[in-house]
C-alpha cells in the first residue's frame, strides 16, 4: 500500500509529497533476523543435500545450522518486538 504524506520543506516554504511503501517499512529486518534466516535457508539445504547423498554428516551439520539460525532470527525478532514496544510508549 502506498501514502502520500505531505512534507513540509521549512527552507524552501513549500511541500513536497512524499511517498512511503508502509508494507516495506515494516518489513525491513534487522541483522540478526537477516542472518538467522539465511542461516536456515543454508541448513535446510546442507540437509537436503546430506539426505539426497547418504551423508549422515552433512545431513547433521545442516540440521545444527539451522536450528541456530532459527534461534539467532528468533533474537532477532525479540529485540524488533521490543524496539516496537519502545516506540509506542
Known amino acids: 500500500m502506498l ?3 505531505p512534507v513540509s520543506v ?16 515494516e518489513s525491513i529486518m534487522n541483522k540478526d533476523q537477516n542472518k538467522g534466516r ?3 535457508v543454508k541448513g535446510k539445504a546442507k540437509e537436503v543435500a ?15 545450522q539451522n536450528a541456530g ?3 539467532r532470527a528468533g ?5 524488533e518486538d521490543i524496539k516496537k514496544v519502545s516506540q509506542s510508549e
Open 10 to 25: 521549512r527552507s524552501l516554504g513549500t511541500t513536497f509529497p512524499t511517498i512511503i511503501n508502509s508494507h516495506y517499512q
Open 50 to 64: 546430506g539426505k539426497v547423498t547418504g551423508d549422515k554428516h552433512l545431513e547433521h551439520k545442516g540440521k545444527i
Open 38 to 40: 539465511l542461516d536456515e
Open 69 to 71: 539460525g532459527a534461534v
Open 3 to 5: 501514502i502520500l504524506v
Open 75 to 79: 533474537f532477532g525478532d525479540l529485540k
